[in-house]
């Protein structure tokens, strides 16, 4: 049965990085879902319908309290809604279909969690940060992983900081891979994502792996966690597919 769409409007734009936007929609209510789910956002542009998909990068408690969803776009060359987005103004209508998605946080769980994303995939990450904090808080160890090019790509970046600095359980490490000067002191690391893997002493046993961003990244992850003996329960994988 397919979900019902939902009217939304653009209240506000702002810049997260040089490529990156946060676009906040407001939505009628009875529309909630779980941290981690992700929404189509339907529109028409130049004559004809599309519809694109896109991870919620607020928390279920800050929507019930604004009634506004926050997406993080990047702007990709090309493409149909990036050349809409680039230049939407407040008051933009258009429907919202969701929520979907199984890249969630569970109430509770005795292993570690690594939290493992590249570019906007590090939204749903940001909308799981109050049940991040009750994990935490009941003891569940916690690894964020963000990878991009360059430390002007990075988004949400401090949200992930100020939480890691508020609980011991948490752990947060920022990956660059054509970053020229790194702070090893402020978690800053080399490289791919991925390639912190085998520094991190995982256990397909005990470890719950959540892999979202770039499909490039996600396959070359993939591989790597089934070398190391992780089944699919154990790895949870949402690809950003860019559209033109």
């Keep these: 049965?397919?979900?019902?769409?939902?009217?939304?409007?653009?209240?506000?734009?702002?810049?997260?990085?040089?490529?990156?936007?946060?676009?906040?929609?407001?939505?009628?209510?009875g529309f909630d879902y779980q941290p981690g789910q992700f929404v189509q956002l339907h529109f028409s542009f130049q004559g004809q319908d599309y519809k694109r998909s896109y991870s919620i990068a607020n928390s279920p408690e800050s929507f019930r309290?604004?009634?506004?969803?926050?997406?993080?776009?990047?702007?990709?060359?090309?493409?149909?809604?990036?050349?809409?987005?680039?230049?939407?103004?407040?008051?933009?209508?258009?429907?919202?279909?969701?929520?979907?998605?199984?890249?969630?946080?569970?109430?509770?769980y005795d292993g570690r969690i690594i939290l493992a994303g590249t570019g906007t995939g590090v939204a749903p990450y940001r909308a799981m940060i109050p049940a991040l904090e009750k994990l935490a808080a009941k003891g569940t160890r916690?690894?964020?992983?963000?990878?991009?090019?360059?430390?002007?790509?990075?988004?949400?970046?401090?949200?992930?900081?100020?939480?890691?600095?508020?609980?011991?359980?948490?752990?947060?490490?920022?990956?660059?891979?054509r970053e020229k000067s790194l702070t090893p002191s402020a978690n800053e690391y080399p490289g791919y994502l991925q390639n912190q893997f085998p520094q991190l002493n995982l256990s397909p046993e005990k470890d719950l792996v959540y892999l979202c961003g770039n499909p490039a990244m996600i396959d070359d992850a993939s591989g790597e966690l089934k070398e190391l003996g992780f089944g699919a329960r154990q790895v949870k994988r949402e690809k950003y597919v860019f559209s033109s």
């Design 142 to 177: 916690i690894l964020i992983m963000m990878g991009v090019r360059h430390r002007a790509d990075m988004i949400y970046e401090q949200d992930f900081r100020n939480l890691a600095a508020s609980f011991e359980a948490i752990e947060y490490r920022a990956c660059y891979s």
């Design 1 to 29: 049965m397919p979900r019902p769409l939902y009217p939304a409007t653009l209240i506000a734009k702002h810049q997260l990085s040089q490529n990156t936007v946060q676009l906040n929609f407001s939505i009628e209510a």
């Design 65 to 108: 309290n604004s009634q506004q969803i926050e997406i993080a776009i990047s702007f990709v060359k090309g493409g149909v809604a990036s050349a809409l987005f680039s230049e939407a103004e407040p008051r933009l209508e258009l429907s919202i279909g969701g929520p979907f998605g199984v890249l969630t946080a569970p109430e509770q």
